[in-house]
């Protein structure tokens, strides 16, 4: 089998079925309650793994309603939009899928884990999912070559971004993944008390914002700037403990939340798994 039929494979079962024998305690139906009472989920990740691209499928299966139009902002190149809006129409065969990953972010050269076969899988998996509810898909990152001032520029007009569709769509909730920066909804950063992240930027939207991230195991993620820093690596040692916790104060990482997995494995990128 293909690494991305197994992608494909796993996003087919996210939306089968929600309650997985890897999830006996329930944890992500108490995620959904918890955020059943806001208008946005901020899904904070470490690029590049498999398993929290099969989480937000998962989250999106349980939070798409035919009442209510779900919107899922992916951080891909928003050049990518047309791409994918013809992909989410279409019957899915090996020809869509190759047509949605010859663009520009999956083919570039710099690899940092968002154009993964994991990232590829969960477009297949809401794909799916449009077929039986109003789910929609929003790339809302700028294109390197767009891109102006610091990184606090690339946090507001993303969060413009998201927050003009919302307005667009006052009826439709969100789902957002990006990486754990982005998600943040404290004000300022402990290294920067002007910055502001993405997260803390759509407070209007009153987001609940959470961590999904792995104690052990690997990703595929950059290092550098440079290609040659980008591949597979090992996750740092840490004290983490496997485990869902959920809150209602920002806590230290800037999140109201947190969900460690006990095990995660690296995605490699979705282009080296065309046929």
């Known amino acids: 089998m293909s690494i991305w039929r197994l992608a494909v494979l796993i996003g087919a079962m996210a939306l089968g ?27 904070g990740e470490v690029h ?35 791409a994918i809006d013809r992909f989410l129409s279409s019957a899915g065969t090996d020809e869509d899928r190759q047509q949605l990953l010859a663009g520009p972010f999956w083919q570039r050269s710099y690899q940092d884990g968002r154009s993964s076969v994991a990232m590829a899988g969960l477009l297949e ?17 700028l294109d390197p070559k767009d891109k102006k001032g610091a990184d606090s520029e690339r946090d507001a007009q993303m969060a413009e971004l998201l927050r003009l569709t919302l307005n667009a769509q006052p009826e439709a909730r969100a789902l957002v993944l990006a990486v754990n920066f982005h998600t943040r909804v404290q ?55 496997a485990g869902l916790q959920l809150g209602d104060e920002i806590n ?24």
């Open 17 to 43: 079925n929600i309650a997985h024998a890897d999830d006996p305690a329930g944890e992500l139906q108490q995620l959904v309650d918890k955020a059943s009472g806001h208008r946005m989920l901020l899904v």
């Open 48 to 82: 590049g793994t498999t398993e929290t691209p099969a989480r937000v499928a998962e989250l999106a299966a349980a939070m798409a309603s035919t009442e209510q139009p779900l919107i899922v902002g992916l951080e891909i190149w928003r050049t990518e939009q047309a």
């Open 125 to 141: 998996s809401l794909r799916a999912l449009a077929l039986k509810a109003p789910v929609s898909v929003l790339a809302f990152d």
């Open 187 to 241: 004000e300022g950063a402990p290294w920067d008390p002007d910055h502001r992240f993405m997260g803390f930027l759509l407070s209007e939207f009153r987001p609940y914002s959470i961590e999904i991230m792995g104690v052990s195991g690997s990703s595929w993620t950059c290092t550098g700037r440079t290609t040659d820093t980008c591949m597979a690596r090992d996750m740092p040692a840490n004290e983490l403990q």
């Open 252 to 275: 230290a990482r800037g999140h109201l939340g947190h969900w460690w997995l006990a095990q995660v494995s690296a995605s490699p990128p979705a282009r080296d798994a065309l046929p």
